[in-house]
């Protein structure tokens, strides 16, 4: 069962508590005795995001591609209701 300790103490021994969940060990904070978190210790470094990890996997348009999309964005836009 993890370990439960109040806001006022989880406060004052921050430090204390990030130790023991680097140790291994769930932490609970409770307000009024009714749990509201539980710090727990990341088990694996998230993904490193690099320049380029994207190459090759999303196709590249060609200048017809483009313009098609430029016609069809505009469109939107030609509503006779705004015309000044």
């Known amino acids: 069962m993890p370990k439960q300790v109040n806001v006022h ?3 004052t021994h921050f430090s204390k508590l990030i130790a023991e969940v680097e140790a291994g060990e769930e932490i609970v904070i409770a307000r009024a005795g009714k749990p509201i978190l539980k710090l727990v210790k990341i088990e ?3 993904p490193r995001i690099v320049p380029g990890f994207a190459k090759g ?5 060609d200048e017809d591609e483009w313009e098609a999309l430029d016609k069809e964005f ?3 836009f030609r509503d006779k209701s705004f015309d000044l």
């Open 9 to 11: 103490d989880a406060k």
């Open 44 to 46: 694996s470094e998230l």
């Open 57 to 61: 996997l999303i196709p590249l348009w």
């Open 74 to 76: 505009n469109s939107l």
